[in-house]
């Protein structure tokens, strides 16, 4: 018999059984695929069900509107019926100054407000390096947030219009040559401080100034003993500028053109203020001391080696709150007689040194991970060590390590709360144990801890995010 | 296949090694090393694994340092003076088993970088050299890709543009074809073959013997580290004179 059999027409795709599509299929493998997981399933479900009974009402009965914590209660009492709870967040109307600026005094918070959206404006160049699209969107919601928070701030008419006239620049500047934008990052240092701390216009010019003055001394000199000796040369002639120029310089400068904003002191910062200035400028400062750090600890020169190792097992050895307090009282001893230190500056300097430590155990592990050929092919290639490590090693080092961290920014945020152990006033401890020695406010308890952490949560979520959208981006490796 | 005799082989000398020792820790890997490399000549390396043959072209280019002895190359001695080291570096171009392409970079980055920042090309210049060696090894359309898209066939014929970049007046094979399937090779050698018709200085630590017959001028066997036997491909093949090499062409030919 003949059995020759040829299909002619192919058979068109048929849609799966209904067990094996859609939600049906995720429900059955995911939620209800063994007697075990069912179980659990009902038991997740009754414990969700339990913890929305017991603080759904809470969060319903919220009240806005109260002057303090008596009047709250009678107001859900009155709505919701006697022994009725709810959330009491006409504290935070009330505080919420505090919460955000500390005793920053209030006809100054254009201030910092102004410093926040700058930052926002020179972080972009940084986080979105070269993309117009994405830096013209940051600087447009930077304009409508300043325009916005300043009206309502109160600001001063020169303050306003300058603030508008560099956001518009830069705007512009986005469209044309965005990869110029990163000078404005390079100044922001310089006019966010003396935009918080206020004082003449000369100190942090005068300040950077220092900076100027390193790099025309390495240039200057590298030619003739190299390049290591001349950076030593430029790093001590910057601090011979700090030490005695610079004061002598912004009195004459002064005197000249006194420019200046109101004096605030360390002690009035406080809040989200406090938590942010600490936050990104460890994070800025931490990350390349880590590179150098991690670096360092792979060198073949003993001494760089043997530093590099000492710093990071000793820094990562002791508890954040140990160095703390050495910022608040021991540095005080170690440093010469009449010199003023800033708490606020010296905290930022131990809080950098710490996340440093980590960032460098964290890149070292990135640079682990880089098969040798990338080293071998680099030197092949007849590229020098920094070159080397600049276009090929750290890229990648970065690339693998971003996830850690990023990990550690955050930790690095979050742990800005600590200073509150040597004094100062940060959102989560300080803020609010003055909020709940209020007599209005006195026994509220979780409002403040809620609304504190909620910020907390949506900054350092935005983090996470920005690290996976980059993670995203630098992925080439087509694996 | 290309003819052998065509290619010239001048009386300048390219690389000069005498005496050379190199240990590793205790281990004495390589032994009482000389060799001559005349400008233009194609050598192949090759032995059993563990003979020091890669760690012998490694010196050539100082990925490896030796403890004893003298390597001049180009009229450079490698000493550890990093100027030279860089210099013999910026003139030796070498090809890695496995590639060694550098993955965030797409392929006519990876082509460009170091002219520009070694030899201090104009990036213009740099990018118009890359894609001539691009259509040289026949994958200009690659050009924006990344390495990670790329076969390993293709990964290594990038690898050999991105050192004729450099303008190398020498080349090292290391295994070149070691790491790719049967039917890739094939492509790799037919641009290793072009190259050397082209007057190329090479040296090549290979296991292909069809490519060392059709165009290598002298094939050198190494084992534990030493230099064992020397000669032109027709002699070296068909008249081995040590056991040792006769037992290797055996295992290797005789499948």
């Known amino acids: 018999m003949d059995q020759h059999f040829a299909r002619t027409e192919m058979l068109p795709p048929m849609t799966p059984p209904i067990t094996e599509r859609g939600a049906v299929k995720w429900l059955r493998e995911n939620l209800f695929s063994t007697p075990f997981n069912i179980a659990l399933t009902l038991f997740g479900i009754a414990v969700i069900y339990l913890l929305v009974r017991a603080s759904l009402p809470w969060w319903l009965n919220s009240v806005w509107n109260a002057s303090s914590l008596s009047e709250c209660r009678q107001i859900v009492e009155a709505a919701a019926g006697t022994g009725a709870t709810g959330a009491c967040w006409a504290m935070i109307r009330e505080w919420w100054g505090a919460f955000i600026f500390g005793f920053y005094p209030p006809d100054q918070w254009w201030r910092p407000i102004l410093a926040f959206g700058f930052l926002m404006a020179a972080l972009a160049p940084v986080l979105f390096s070269g993309q117009t699209r994405n830096l013209t969107i940051v600087l447009v919601v930077v304009a409508v947030f300043l325009a916005l928070t300043l009206w309502l701030a109160g600001t001063p008419g020169i303050a306003f219009g300058l603030a508008a006239l560099v956001v518009i620049g830069m705007l512009a500047l986005a469209q044309v040559q965005p990869g110029k934008l990163i000078w404005f990052t390079l100044i922001y240092p310089a006019l966010c401080f003396w935009l918080l701390w206020g004082g003449s216009v000369w100190s942090p010019i005068v300040a950077m100034a220092g900076f100027g003055v390193l790099y025309v001394v390495f240039r200057q000199a590298s030619p003739f003993i190299g390049l290591a000796p001349a950076a030593g040369a430029g790093v001590l002639a910057a601090v011979l500028w700090w030490l005695y120029l610079d004061k002598a310089l912004v009195d004459v400068l002064h005197g000249v053109v006194p420019l200046a904003l109101q004096s605030i002191n360390s002690d009035q910062f406080g809040g989200f203020l406090l938590a942010i200035v600490i936050g990104i400028t460890g994070i800025s400062f931490s990350l390349p001391i880590g590179i150098l750090l991690a670096l360092g600890r792979q060198s073949d020169m003993l001494i760089v080696k043997t530093l590099s190792v000492g710093f990071i097992e000793f820094i990562r050895g002791v508890p954040l709150i140990t160095l703390l307090f050495t910022a608040s009282l021991l540095l005080q001893y170690f440093l010469p007689p009449g010199t003023n230190f800033d708490i606020i500056l010296r905290v930022i300097i131990l809080v950098t040194f710490f996340a440093a430590a980590y960032l460098a155990e964290v890149i070292r592990g990135g640079l682990a991970a880089l098969p040798r050929g990338q080293y071998e092919a680099a030197d092949a290639l007849g590229l020098d060590y920094w070159r080397a490590q600049r276009l090929i090693i750290l890229p990648q080092a970065l690339k693998i390590s971003i996830p850690s961290i990023v990990s550690t920014f955050i930790g690095l945020f979050k742990d800005t709360t600590l200073v509150a152990f040597v004094g100062l006033m940060d959102p989560l401890k300080g803020v609010t144990q003055i909020v709940r020695a209020d007599i209005n406010w006195k026994g509220i308890y979780w409002e403040p801890y809620i609304f504190v952490g909620t910020i907390f949560f949506l900054i350092c979520f935005g983090m996470s995010r920005y690290s996976m959208y980059l993670e995203k981006k630098l992925k080439t490796d087509h694996r | ?255």
């Open chain 2, 1 to 255: 296949m290309a003819d052998a005799a065509k290619m010239q082989v001048s009386d300048e000398v390219a690389i000069q090694i005498t005496g050379m020792n190199k240990w590793y820790g205790q281990f004495h890997v390589l032994r009482d090393i000389n060799m001559t490399v005349q400008r233009g000549e194609r050598i192949v390396i090759c032995g059993p694994s563990g003979s020091g043959k890669s760690t012998l072209i490694r010196c050539i280019n100082r990925l490896e340092e030796h403890q004893q002895g003298k390597i001049v190359v180009d009229g450079t001695e490698l000493t550890n003076d990093l100027k030279n080291i860089d210099k013999v570096r910026s003139e030796v171009g070498m090809v890695f088993q496995h590639f060694n392409l550098f993955p965030h970079l797409t392929i006519l980055e990876n082509l460009t970088l170091a002219p520009i920042w070694v030899r201090k090309v104009p990036k213009r210049e740099a990018e118009e050299t890359a894609m001539y060696f691009l259509s040289k090894v026949k994958i200009p359309e690659q050009a924006h890709k990344y390495p990670g898209q790329l076969s390993g066939g293709q990964q290594q014929r990038v690898a050999i543009a991105r050192s004729l970049c450099m303008k190398p007046r020498i080349m090292l094979f290391d295994e070149p074809t070691s790491a790719l399937d049967p039917e890739m090779i094939k492509e790799v050698l037919d641009t290793m073959i072009q190259l050397a018709q082209e007057g190329m200085t090479m040296i090549c630590v290979t296991h292909e013997m069809g490519f060392a017959q059709a165009v290598a001028n002298r094939v050198i066997f190494m084992d534990q580290g030493q230099i064992v036997e020397q000669n032109e491909p027709k002699e070296f093949f068909n008249n081995p004179k040590s056991d040792r090499t006769k037992l290797f062409l055996s295992q290797i030919l005789g499948h």
